[in-house]
């Protein structure tokens, strides 16, 4: 019905996302719902903490025969975390569980692993490079390949390689081109 939506639309409004849930899974009533939103609106404003006011207003409703049974277990529930937590409804990301020891030990083992892991690729990277770097070397000992080079406008390396290469023992042909590009260069 429109008064349904206007009343959802007011609470939105406040910003009362557990009310709503609260409604929405018939733990309390809209009109409770509403009672309570305006008894923190007008709490504001006046600078009470509203927690007294919010007490009176489940006594009526349970009075009323709004609320009953354990729906005033609920809605006192609602209430206190409403107070503790604010109206807004936590994010998932929010809502952590308790930490045991047994998922501690889960996340240290993970982590290990995952630490294992890029240790392994570290070396094998390392590995690689090596070997490139070393055929590279063996590459630019032979003249007619760095003439080649030359005759192709690649007498050039990035600056990382030439240095690698350089660094290993330069038993390369003194007057192979290992000179490293300018800083801004493309490769």
């Given at each position: 019905s429109p008064k349904y939506v206007k009343d959802i639309v007011f609470l939105l409004d406040q910003g009362e996302e557990?009310?709503?849930?609260?409604?929405?899974?018939?733990?309390?009533?809209l009109t409770t719902a509403l009672e309570i939103a305006r008894a923190?609106?007008?709490?504001?404003?006046?600078?009470d903490d509203g927690q007294a006011n919010l007490g009176d207003l489940l006594q009526e409703?349970?009075?009323?025969?709004?609320l009953k049974g354990r729906q005033i277990i609920e809605a006192k529930r609602l209430i206190e975390k409403r107070l503790e937590h604010g109206p807004a409804s936590p994010n998932r990301d929010q809502i952590k569980p308790p930490t045991s020891s047994y998922s501690l030990v889960r996340t240290y083992q993970r982590e290990v692993e995952r630490q294992r892991k890029m240790v392994l690729k570290a070396e094998h990277a390392h590995?690689?490079?090596l070997l490139v770097v070393q055929g590279l070397k063996k590459l630019f000992a032979d003249e007619h390949f760095v003439n080649?080079?030359?005759?192709?406008?690649?007498d050039t390396l990035p600056?990382?390689?030439?240095?690698?290469?350089?660094t290993l023992g330069s038993t390369a042909n003194p007057m192979t081109p290992i000179t490293p590009e300018p800083e801004g260069a493309a490769t």
């Open positions: 557990r009310l709503i849930e609260g409604v929405q899974r018939g733990t309390i009533p923190n609106e007008n709490a504001s404003t006046s600078g409703a349970y009075e009323n025969g709004q590995q690689r490079l080649l080079l030359r005759a192709e406008g690649l600056k990382y390689l030439a240095e690698r290469i350089n």
